[in-house]
C-alpha cells in the first residue's frame, strides 16, 4: 500500500547510495549518517550515482517499507546540496516533480519511458 502524504517530512540523501542495500542498512544510513531517526515516520530518499534509480525508505504501523523506482530512461534532476549536511529536506511536490521528471521551473520535462499506444 502506498501510504506517503504531502504532510509528511521527505528527506533526500545528499550522496549517491548502493541500491543493493536493503531496510537494515539504508536505516543505518538514517541514524548514522542522516542523523535522523527512520522510526519518527519520516521518508528518505536514496538515489543511486546514475541518477537512474531510486528508493524512499519509510516505516509505516506494520514496519519498514522501500518503494524502489528504476528508470527505464532519462535520470532524476537533483537539487543543489548545502555541502555541510548529509541531507536536503524535500517536500512532496518536489519529489513527485523528480519522478515525473519536471524541472524546478516546471519548463523542461526529461525522458521517461511511456507505455505504447495500441495500433488498430
Known sequence: MF???PSMKYY???YPTDMRRSFYTLSGMVTNLMGR???DGDVFIF???LCTSMKILHMECGGLVIYHMKLESGSFTLPVFDESTNTFQTNWQDLMMMVRGVSADGKVKKKRWEKPSKRP
Open 3 to 5: 501510504s506517503l502524504a
Open 12 to 14: 533526500l540523501y545528499a
Open 37 to 39: 531517526n527512520v522510526q
Open 47 to 49: 538515489i543511486n550515482r
